[in-house]
């Protein structure tokens, strides 16, 4: 199947600051959503973005839809402690077709 | 309470025992999705479907079943288990959402059932 390479794995940062993540493709999808995790529970959808160039944001949280359709990138600004979790992006390669591609993940730690 | 729930929500089984992982939506989807999460792979689909009686395989269907006999139940079935389908499990409930000229699909993820096969 796809792949979806996200990066960083993980980071440790401290509250307050800025956080970075992406995600590429070797193929191009039409729709690129964000996820967070809790620990012990499921993703929930934080952005969803269907349209190359696209800025959308959410609260803290920024994100882009690559023009090339191939890249995806999640900010999020001056981090607080439930910002705590993992972060997945996912692409949706055609329309009408329900099948999503995940990303590995970022793990987010936030040292007080 | 718009929810979709998983039970077990923990299980330890042996090699080659008859599994089923239910899983239940109380959104009146059309679609919903079974994905596997292992460390340092995320979460890969196993299966999904789009209405009663129609599924189709996800990346990771080998050594797992599904059946969609009524639109708010969508069981997992392993037929005979093995240690490397030891993994978290998650059922999604998805709703599609027009916006702006595009589409996209909100899955509306389950708590997770942790499966452990010796």
């Known amino acids: 199947g796809q792949q979806l390479n996200q990066s960083p794995q993980s980071m440790f940062i401290q509250e307050g600051e800025d956080v970075s993540m992406n995600c590429t493709s070797s193929s191009i999808f039409n729709t690129w959503l964000w996820y967070k995790q809790d620990p012990g529970e499921g993703p929930v959808l934080l952005i969803a973005l269907y349209k190359a160039g696209e800025l959308t944001s959410n609260g803290r949280l920024t994100a882009q839809f690559g023009i090339t359709r191939k890249d995806s990138f999640l900010n999020i600004s001056a981090s607080i402690p439930s910002d705590v979790g993992i972060y997945f992006c996912?692409?949706?390669?055609?329309?009408?077709?329900?099948?999503?591609?995940f990303g590995t993940g970022t793990r987010l730690t936030i040292i007080p | 309470e718009a929810q979709v729930t998983q039970n077990p929500r923990y299980l330890i089984t042996v090699t080659g025992k008859k599994l089923t992982v239910t899983c239940s939506q109380n959104?009146?989807?059309?679609?919903m999705s079974w994905y596997r999460q292992d460390p340092g792979l995320g979460l890969r689909q196993i299966y999904y479907?789009?209405?009663?009686?129609?599924?189709d395989k996800g990346d990771v269907p080998e050594g797992y079943k599904v059946s969609r006999k009524e639109k708010r139940n969508f069981p997992l079935i392993l037929e005979s288990p093995s240690p490397n389908q030891t993994s978290l499990y998650f059922c999604a409930s998805i709703k599609k959402r027009l916006a702006g000229g595009g589409s996209y699909n909100e899955q509306f993820f389950g708590p997770g059932t942790r499966l452990t096969v010796l």
């Open positions: 479907s789009m209405n009663v009686e129609v599924t």
């Open positions: 996912a692409g949706r390669p055609n329309f009408g077709n329900e099948k999503l591609t």
């Open positions: 959104m009146n989807h059309e679609y």
